[in-house]
């Protein structure tokens, strides 16, 4: 079961299908100013530029984030994000003062990734990881064990990792997942053999993982036959979990349809490889994906000159994503309409974002009850297709699950009281102790006649007001925009 | 996702909620089998705030093509129905039909069914302490056993029941008070003076069961949920009652307060509903409501251009309005005295909303608890024990504040009791005669049924006087109306026989 998907872009972060080809429907001009380019990689950021990138490609800034590259050029930053490995700060999370045993129950699977994200020193690696997953998701509703699902993610990193793998490519990525196990499993690639073709793999991989349906014009991408004919290249893969710390994938040749394939007018006795192979040389390839990754980033869709410069260099570079990403995280558009920010925060960028911001280390399961109560169970994607994202993620239940969850987690945060603090000063102190967030003037303004309105003349008083504050400042509406 | 997650989702605290407490069980108890299976809901229709507020004028739709101040706000359902039925209900005909009962609401009586999980021990809730039994109840309990008086030394001890010649007494953990169950309400404020008049309305069965004891969870919920010794009975002895009596239309009839249906309200043909969670709950910072700010935030105006943030304060707006407009409904905002992080108190709290809401609602089934106290019994039991005693007070003053309470009638049960001698796991294992109560100010409060005492029968079993139909037959005649013999095959079965010789379960 899929859901369909509506061709525009609002909101940002919405997923693949169908991005090609909805130019028409651009919601948003791209300031004068910045679609002159004035931004460069030489551009010296502004607070406001810091927290847009590290938003976009990570989990927002911290206070020290923001301190550290303020000043600084655009182009170090994103050379930094797209050239610091994959590490991790600190110790690992905990649920209930117990290890978390990501194998043993769902639960950990999930806090065990958020825990990394939380404590990446390079969040853009966890970031693009993730993204991966939005993209080739697969769900633990249909995959076991779990370890299949962990060693999936230990192969998308590899390809969001670029200063372990700085010539990543697409083409060994999608030959990678076509034979990953996780993959095989769950589109049932597995069941896939001579004889008795199963095309569940094949069709996704053209609509939704490389292709999509229709190219710019509306043209078909591929037709039926092609989905049979290339679940034959694919058949003949097995997954041997016999020991479930050691899951592999295993062709059997006896298993594969040996002979001639007709994909895309031509015949041929194509393996899985070559079948990856040629899926991705069609014209239509480069901009389904150069449109997926810069809608996961960037509001505004591209017009026809930075599209056709991301796809000739991302082609020409033999699909690697290192420079894709570059060119994307330093594109001006990046930086539209920093006065008021204009993307939806997808709830895992929100639930690690404000633990980044206040520093807090998972203990329990309270990121992982949230998450689903917004929407967004990392390893639970609802379809094939990932998550719909965008402006689908706010609705009025997701919007109380966002609220209780920065609630929850300033009902454990050990807050001093402040004897004499006044109403400015408490602003001030939850301001920064929520890591200094975007807040249009109004809304500052409002928050901050709320603190002069509040009760103080107790302990207990001032602390509520101090959470009070924390929480309509990191948890409303103005907080879920980046 | 994992069950661990989901009680949580609304957006209680990530403590352990009591009632799930995970003492020793058999391998096959964790298994809930109190639902139905292999039935799916005909459909699944959002629920509008409006329908909670009791549609004032009746009217759950505006004409079509035309919008009010009524208009279903798309993406403002404050949860979701799964409507199980014969015939395909789509999601006007349900409010129209639900509309149609707030329209010209009558005083219909109204059953809470509260479905205690796992086998409840009653003998360790309603204690024998006449002198010719606890000498017995004490040897046979000796490690788990209730002490007379107050709890002290590591024992937990009892409250006479009043009304019962000094023969019983409640444990503690049931009664209201320090060192008992903290709170100001509980079984013994419920109970009053145990005469059936007024301030004495809630009926104790301390031992209510069938025979011969069948000990699988299984097969005695089936029977229990069909009221009929049969585990292949197709439909629930309410849903018996409501497919004869009940509407042919309106599926928030009977509502199971679960992700599935409860086996006792599965019908023939009437329709009926499962509700797992009202997003009733609004925009709080440590317990005080911040609606109004929130609210406030969300009025600020962005730049057209910027859908995102359009959408995010609208989005806030809408639900700060539907919450308060949810938490206002009959002028009663959240009750007061509910336990706090208890599923019981919010599954209560939802069962109170929508019976308040008038949509002509007769039945609610409400499953809770982890009672298979197969080890470590004190320990899971009797948390457990103060939270149910607390939230059936707090639910009867709720349903008070609403002006429903003397529509309304709950009974609390159990698929068996457990056997009288204890095992060496501090815990008790499968038996016969389980604890049934009845609350409600129409109910004569008292004691309902015999005690058997703990001569147990060959296989140390408890040996049921009631028969837990005739309690069904009470519930049925005297409360919900309907011909009791239709209902529950082998019927007519004895009436009730109270201590004081009384036979009614009502005033």
């Known amino acids: 079961m899929r859901m369909s998907k509506s061709a525009a872009n609002p909101g940002g972060q919405k997923g693949k299908r169908g991005l090609v080809g909805v130019r028409s429907h651009r919601l948003h001009r791209p300031p004068a100013e910045l679609a002159g380019g004035s931004i460069t990689a030489s551009t010296p950021m502004s607070p406001e530029m810091v927290d847009r990138l590290f938003w976009r490609a990570g989990f927002g800034p911290t206070n020290a984030d923001r301190e550290q590259w303020t000043g600084n050029t655009l182009g170090a930053a994103v050379k930094w994000l797209l050239s610091t490995p994959a590490a991790y700060s600190g110790t690992p999370g905990t649920d209930q003062g117990a290890a978390l045993d990501p194998t043993g129950n769902d639960s950990d699977l999930v806090l065990s990734w958020v825990d990394q994200m939380n404590r990446s020193i390079n969040p853009f690696v966890e970031r693009m990881t993730f993204f991966w997953h939005e993209h080739w998701a697969n769900s633990r509703e249909s995959v076991s064990p779990p370890q299949l699902l962990m060693t999936q993610t230990e192969l998308f990193r590899k390809y969001a990792d670029f200063a372990t793998h700085p010539k990543a490519n697409f083409a060994d990525m999608a030959y990678a997942v076509t034979i990953d196990p996780s993959m095989l499993r769950y589109l049932t690639g597995e069941l896939n053999v001579r004889g008795a073709p199963n095309e569940n793999y094949a069709r996704e991989f053209m609509e939704l993982f490389t292709l999509g349906v229709t190219d710019a014009a509306g043209k078909p991408n591929y037709s039926q036959t092609d989905v049979e004919q290339l679940a034959k290249a694919f058949s003949g893969w097995q997954i041997n979990d016999t020991n479930p710390n050691n899951v592999y994938s295993y062709f059997t040749q006896s298993r594969w349809y040996d002979g001639p394939k007709l994909v895309f007018g031509e015949f041929s006795n194509l393996t899985a490889a070559e079948a990856v192979k040629l899926v991705l040389t069609r014209r239509a390839h480069a901009p389904f994906i150069v449109n997926a990754i810069w809608n996961e980033f960037i509001v505004s869709l591209p017009d026809a000159a930075t599209l056709k410069s991301l796809t000739h260099l991302y082609t020409s570079s033999g699909m690697q994503i290192r420079p894709l990403m570059q060119a994307i995280l330093m594109h001006p558009l990046l930086f539209e309409s920093l006065e008021e920010p204009n993307m939806v925060k997808s709830p895992v960028v929100y639930v690690v974002g404000a633990l980044r911001a206040m520093g807090i280390q998972i203990t329990d399961t309270t990121a992982s009850d949230y998450l689903d109560g917004m929407g967004e169970l990392p390893y639970f994607p609802p379809t094939v297709a990932g998550w719909e994202g965008g402006l689908s993620w706010l609705n009025t239940d997701t919007a109380l699950a966002r609220f209780n969850f920065i609630s929850a987690l300033l009902q454990d945060a050990k807050i001093k009281d402040l004897q004499g603090e006044t109403a400015a000063e408490a602003y001030a102190r939850a301001y920064v102790a929520v890591g200094s967030p975007w807040l249009a003037p109004a809304t500052q303004a409002k928050i901050k006649r709320f603190a002069a309105a509040a009760q103080s003349s107790t302990p207990e008083s001032r602390i509520n007001r101090q959470v009070t504050l924390r929480a309509l400042i990191l948890a409303g509406p103005d907080a879920q925009v980046m | ?507």
């Not at chain 2, 308060?324 to 509910?338: C, K, Q």
């Not at chain 2, 009791?417 to 095992?423: E, V």
Request: net charge negative; aromatic share 6%.
């Open chain 2, 1 to 507: 996702m994992s069950d661990a997650t989901q009680d949580n989702a609304a957006g209680e605290q990530s403590q352990r909620p009591i009632g799930e407490v995970h003492a020793l069980r058999c391998a096959d108890c964790a298994r809930s089998d109190s639902m139905v299976e292999g039935v799916e809901p005909t459909s699944r229709v959002s629920i509008p705030p409006e329908a909670l507020a009791g549609f004032p004028d009746g009217v759950p739709r505006p004409p079509a093509g035309r919008h009010s101040r009524r208009t279903f706000m798309l993406g403002s359902a404050v949860g979701m129905a799964s409507i199980y039925s014969a015939a395909h209900l789509t999601w006007e005909s349900v409010w129209d039909a639900a509309a149609a009962r707030a329209a010209t609401p009558t005083a219909e009586t109204i059953l809470v069914c509260i479905y205690l999980n796992g086998g409840n021990d009653g003998l360790n809730a309603i204690v024998p302490v006449s002198a010719a039994q606890y000498s017995g109840y004490m040897a046979q309990r000796q490690n788990i056993a209730r002490v007379l008086g107050p709890s002290g030394g590591g024992k937990v001890g009892t409250t006479a029941m009043p009304g019962t010649g000094g023969t019983l007494a409640f444990a503690n953990p049931l009664v209201s008070g320090i060192g008992n169950n903290g709170a100001s309400v509980g079984l013994d404020t419920l109970y009053g003076d145990g005469s059936g008049g007024a301030g004495s309305d809630l009926a104790i069965f301390p031992a209510a069961d069938y025979q011969p004891a069948n000990l699988s969870h299984f097969e005695s919920r089936d029977y229990w949920f069909a009221g009929a010794l049969d585990d292949e009975m197709a439909t629930g002895w309410l849903g018996r009652w409501l497919d004869r009596y009940g509407s042919q239309t309106n599926p928030l009839q009977a509502v199971s307060i679960n992700t599935t249906l409860s086996k006792s309200i599965l019908t023939d043909t009437a329709p009926v509903c499962a509700i797992s969670d009202l997003s009733q709950t609004s925009f709080q910072i440590s317990g005080t409501n911040v609606n109004r700010q929130v609210a406030d935030l969300g009025a600020v105006k962005a730049s057209a251009a910027n859908t995102a943030l359009t959408r995010s304060r609208a989005t806030y707006s809408e639900t700060a309005r539907m919450s308060h407009e949810v938490s206002g409904l009959n002028g009663v905002s959240t009750a007061p005295g509910y336990p706090s992080n208890s599923d019981l108190s919010s599954n209560l709290q939802l069962a109170a909303t929508l019976l308040s809401a008038g949509l002509g609602t007769r039945i609610v089934t409400i499953d809770w608890g982890s009672f298979d106290t197969h080890g470590d019994q004190i320990s899971s039991q009797d948390p457990q024990f103060a939270v149910l005693s607390q939230a059936l007070g707090a639910f009867k003053a709720d349903l008070s504040a609403r002006g429903i309470e003397q529509n309304v009638l709950t009974l609390v049960y159990s698929e068996f009791g457990r056997r009288i001698g204890s095992n060496d796991s501090l815990g008790t294992d499968h038996g016969a005669g389980g604890l049934v109560m009845v609350s409600g100010s129409s109910v004569l409060g008292g004691l309902a049924g015999e005690h058997p005492g703990v001569q147990g029968d060959e296989n140390d079993n408890l040996v049921p006087i009631t028969d837990f139909r005739t309690v069904y037959q009470a519930l049925i005649s005297e409360w919900l109306g309907g011909d009791p013999t239709a209902i529950l095959p082998g019927g007519p079965f004895p009436g009730i026989q109270r201590y004081d010789g009384g036979t009614a379960l009502l005033k």
